[in-house]
């Protein structure tokens, strides 16, 4: 079984948070926080969340 990705689960946590809550509202901050991961992990692997988004 292959293990995810930082990258694949910062995905999956900003997927879940924009199910309930506008994209604009969304900061780093929570997307990291969501998934127990910090926001400088965050930009190891993203620009912005626009990154992510694309």
């Known amino acids: 079984m292959k293990r995810k990705t930082a990258k694949e689960i910062l995905t999956a946590s900003f ?3 924009a199910a309930t809550k506008s994209i604009d509202k969304i900061t ?3 997307i990291a926080d969501n998934c ?3 926001p400088a992990t ?3 692997n993203f ?7 694309a």
Do not use: A, H, M, N
């Open 15 to 17: 997927q879940e948070l």
């Open 28 to 30: 780093i901050k929570e």
């Open 36 to 38: 127990g991961y910090s």
């Open 42 to 44: 965050f930009y190891r």
């Open 47 to 53: 620009r912005d969340k626009y990154d992510l988004i």
